[in-house]
């Protein structure tokens, strides 16, 4: 969702504060010209085994409805070739957040869809790739350049590449470092990849702003979403042992619970369920915790840490999902953070901070260089709970969750 008049106040207030950041924010065409000619796009391939998969595809579409969704004809022939999953949950809105949540487990209070920049001591799910080194991209669609920074692209005119839906590019430990941002490339590559069999294991897809619902509607991302996938799904290269998830980045009625139609689709998906459906509750945080649960990685400590595995994972890694009641559970506003810009904006320093100890759901406990970071300090909210914060005084507190551990016994909670 875009406001014109908190945009502009905003984009104001920024170029006086941080006005050595305005080229990066709108770089000139000259510019933008000169590093295409020269930023190559960096596409590292890597063979770690996984439990249940070897390859992740985590496509994104915009601002829809479960329900709505569920009535396109394309999503829902595409769903029944795969497995639907019938509570995922996005995390907050606005867009940014959602998009940063699942690249860094948190979304730092994020409420808004500004030039976010999140510093060098947030660690992301590039850090847990790298420490066994699963090769990893993103792929955006008319980014003009690997690791453009600019807030948009054109810079006028209709929208196209947009910074808010680019995870990876919200943090400064992936923009120091000039490889990293060469593994931020756009669709050109994306085919060049798919036809040298460079694709990396884990890789984020973002269709530009047409595409992908936002300034159409589901019938049109619908349609680019078959469009896609379609050849893809039979290139047996793409497919073996790949798990593919579509969803969506937010639901599109901000009153109602954040509920966003998803499914997986694949090689890596056993015959027999294929054409079923899953009522596990998961959230974007349970992207990250089973690809360390498939791939061995260790957690970022936030969100990712209790968050529930997809169940193709949670079998292979015999852990045991929680059932969470989320009757009323609505996940549609924020917390306190740094990134509030409207409602907490007062909380502008105090970085959450993660945990320093624990297995985590995905069980290989938390990545070396955040116990570091944060040694000695107390995590800031409860991360080893399924359900993530939502509202300070809000609407998700006293939700019920439960898990039947192997011995039989049953563990109850309640959210504080
Ligand atoms: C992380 O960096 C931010 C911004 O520079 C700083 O405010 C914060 O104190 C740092 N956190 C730790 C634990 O060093
Ligand atoms: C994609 O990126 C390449 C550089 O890697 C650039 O030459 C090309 O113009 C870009 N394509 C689009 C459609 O933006
Ligand atoms: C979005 O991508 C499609 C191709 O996938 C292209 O035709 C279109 O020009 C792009 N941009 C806009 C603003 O539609
Ligand atoms: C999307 O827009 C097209 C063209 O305006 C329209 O035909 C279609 O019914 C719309 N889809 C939905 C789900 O509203
Ligand atoms: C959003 O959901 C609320 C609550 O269900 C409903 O009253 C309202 O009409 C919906 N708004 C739109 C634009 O559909
Ligand atoms: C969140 O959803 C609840 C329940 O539908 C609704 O009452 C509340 O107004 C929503 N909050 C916001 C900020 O939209
Ligand atoms: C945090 O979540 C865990 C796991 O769900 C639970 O055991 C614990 O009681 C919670 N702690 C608080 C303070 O709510």
């Given amino acids: 969702?875009?406001?014109?008049?908190?945009?502009?106040?905003?984009?104001?207030?920024?170029?006086?504060?941080?006005?050595?950041?305005?080229?990066?924010?709108?770089?000139?065409?000259?510019?933008?010209?000169?590093?295409?000619?020269?930023?190559?796009?960096?596409?590292?391939?890597?063979?770690v085994h996984g439990k249940a998969f070897s390859?992740?595809?985590?496509?994104?579409?915009?601002?829809?409805?479960?329900?709505?969704a569920a009535l396109d004809p394309h999503l829902s022939a595409l769903a029944k070739q795969g497995i639907l999953l019938e509570n995922y949950f996005a995390v907050t809105h606005p867009s940014e957040p959602n998009y940063c949540a699942s690249a860094g487990g948190d979304t730092f209070g994020m409420d808004n869809d500004n030039f976010n920049q999140i510093p060098a001591n947030v660690s992301t799910i590039a850090d847990l790739?790298?420490?066994?080194?699963?090769?990893?991209?993103?792929?955006?669609?008319?980014?003009?350049?690997?690791?453009?920074?600019?807030?948009?692209?054109?810079e006028s005119g209709a929208n196209d590449y947009v910074r808010k839906h680019n995870p990876l590019i919200l943090f400064d430990s992936v923009t120091n470092d000039p490889?990293?941002?060469?593994?931020?490339?756009?669709?050109?590559?994306?085919?060049?990849?798919l036809e040298h069999h460079t694709l990396p294991q884990y890789m984020f897809i973002t269709p530009n702003m047409t595409n992908d619902a936002h300034d159409?509607?589901?019938?049109?991302?619908?349609?680019?979403?078959?469009?896609?996938?379609?050849?893809?799904?039979?290139?047996?290269?793409?497919?073996?042992?790949?798990?593919?998830?579509?969803?969506?980045?937010?639901?599109?009625?901000?009153?109602?619970?954040?509920?966003?139609?998803?499914f997986l689709l694949g090689g890596a998906i056993p015959k027999?369920?294929?054409?079923?459906?899953?009522?596990?509750?998961?959230?974007?945080?349970s992207v990250i915790a089973s690809l360390s649960a498939n791939f061995g990685l260790p957690s970022l400590g936030r969100w990712d840490c209790g968050a529930n595995l997809l169940s193709l994972v949670a079998e292979e890694t015999n852990y045991i999902n929680y059932d969470v009641d989320y009757t009323d559970l609505n996940l549609n506003v924020t917390y306190p953070g740094p990134e509030s810009a409207n409602v907490y904006s007062k909380y502008t320093d105090v970085w959450p901070i993660p945990l320093t100890s624990g297995s985590c759901s995905?069980?290989?406990g938390i990545l070396d260089i955040v116990k570091r970071t944060y040694r000695g300090k107390e995590a800031t909210y409860n991360y080893t709970s399924p359900i993530p914060y939502d509202a300070k005084s809000g609407n998700n507190v006293g939700l019920k969750y439960s898990r039947k551990l192997h011995n039989g016994r049953i563990e109850h909670y309640e959210t504080v």
Wanted: glycine letters at 4%; hydrophobic letters at 35%; zero cysteines.
């Fill in 55 to 68: 390859r992740f595809v985590d496509i994104w579409l915009e601002n829809t409805d479960y329900t709505t």
């Fill in 216 to 262: 159409t509607n589901v019938t049109f991302a619908g349609t680019w979403t078959h469009n896609f996938l379609t050849p893809l799904l039979e290139n047996e290269y793409f497919m073996e042992d790949t798990l593919i998830l579509l969803t969506f980045d937010e639901s599109g009625n901000y009153t109602k619970p954040n509920r966003v139609y998803s």
């Fill in 362 to 364: 995905a069980g290989h």
């Fill in 129 to 154: 790739f790298d420490t066994k080194k699963v090769a990893w991209g993103e792929y955006q669609e008319d980014i003009p350049y690997p690791g453009y920074q600019g807030f948009r692209y054109p």
């Fill in 179 to 193: 490889t990293r941002l060469r593994q931020i490339k756009n669709f050109t590559t994306f085919y060049q990849d």
């Fill in 1 to 47: 969702m875009f406001n014109q008049a908190t945009f502009t106040a905003v984009m104001a207030s920024l170029a006086i504060t941080m006005a050595q950041t305005s080229t990066e924010q709108y770089p000139s065409a000259a510019e933008i010209a000169a590093a295409q000619a020269s930023v190559k796009p960096y596409s590292p391939v890597s063979k």
């Fill in 272 to 285: 027999h369920l294929k054409g079923t459906s899953d009522s596990t509750f998961y959230t974007h945080y």
